[in-house]
């Protein structure tokens, strides 16, 4: 049976880690002794464009597309997204065996589309500003029988990306250590909300944060208020993979009570964190996966003396994108 509007638990992302194995990298933490000395703390990276598709989005893609009974598979899937659900749709789909419509925004990065057209997927374009890309998925759904598969607000979504801080766990402990904090960055919640069941379920006392470009800090704007907050435009950030209206109903509900507090940095912090990652980890990371290393990087997060562990959450970027980030820093 599909989950809708529960929670998962920290029982639901082993499942989805057990069910992820065969299909999905799991990232190896890495670490850098000139972000330990640039922090004055022991600091982990989660580098998740070593993913499947270039993005932590495989994961909650296939555990959602791989739980949909057989006799429902016919129609296919569709999803929106700027491109990174988008390319775990269409992998995990093709893997299934079954077809999967994306819809995107017109000034998605091209790479993107490619590649969300290169996994299988048939991409369906939309003009971000006028345009309401729910109503085009749902009419696409109806009209072929397709299987909505949200990009955040899904009991199997939410509990697929959560095994990125199951694995942070699972790897820090093998260490002997617990971490003090561990930031992830935050568009819809369905990441960090996951990550959040599984780091503290491990490690109660850790922080967990969000990180958001500047202008599109409605989670932190949210832990404030106690209410979704929603942000007053939809584009104008290099961070295309961040820029959700507001936090998802089901993520918040989860990162409003574990969560709580969040970081941002503008784009010129987070085109420098891009440059970082380059150039010390050896990492290609898109502007919207840098986000949480560029709020360290910038002085947001106090780590001295501390155990962090930082999710770089993808790394697909356009090589003009990519270049201009390299000679900004």
Do not use: W
Request: charged share 20%; net charge negative.
């Amino acid at each position: 049976m599909m989950q809708s509007n529960a929670l998962p638990t920290i029982d639901d992302i082993l499942s989805a880690a057990e069910r992820l194995a065969p299909v999905a990298v799991r990232t190896p933490l890495m670490t850098s002794l000139k972000l330990d000395e640039l922090t004055g703390g022991r600091i982990f990276l989660k580098p998740e464009p070593l993913q499947r598709t270039g993005s932590f989005k495989f994961r909650g893609a296939y555990n959602r597309i791989s739980r949909i009974p057989a006799d429902q598979r016919a129609g296919g899937v569709v999803a929106c997204s700027s491109g990174n659900h988008a390319q775990g749709v269409a992998a995990a789909a093709t893997l299934m065996g079954m077809s999967s419509v994306i819809v995107m925004p017109n000034n998605a990065p091209a790479m993107k589309k490619a590649r969300t057209i290169a996994f299988g997927g048939e991409v369906v374009e939309y003009d971000r500003e006028h345009d309401d890309r729910d109503a085009i998925a749902g009419a696409i759904a109806r009209e072929r029988g397709a299987i909505f598969v949200p990009p955040y607000d899904d009991f199997y979504v939410i509990a697929g990306q959560g095994t990125v801080g199951l694995e942070i766990a699972q790897d820090l402990a093998a260490l002997g250590l617990a971490p003090d904090v561990v930031i992830a960055n935050a568009s819809g919640g369905g990441l960090v909300s996951g990550i959040a069941l599984a780091v503290k379920d491990r490690f109660p006392e850790a922080r967990v944060m969000t990180a958001e470009p500047a202008g599109f800090d409605d989670h932190a704007r949210s832990f404030r208020s106690g209410g979704r907050e929603r942000n007053n435009q939809v584009s104008g950030s290099i961070c295309d993979a961040l820029l959700a209206a507001t936090p998802g109903k089901l993520t918040f509900e989860i990162s409003s009570r574990i969560v709580g507090e969040g970081v941002s940095a503008t784009d010129e912090e987070v085109a420098r964190a891009v440059a970082f990652a380059f150039e010390e980890l050896k990492i290609v990371v898109e502007p919207g996966g840098a986000v949480a290393l560029a709020a360290v990087l910038a002085g947001r997060v106090d780590l001295t003396g501390k155990i962090g562990a930082i999710v770089l959450s993808g790394g697909n970027v356009d090589a003009t994108v990519f270049a201009q980030c390299l000679s900004a820093a």
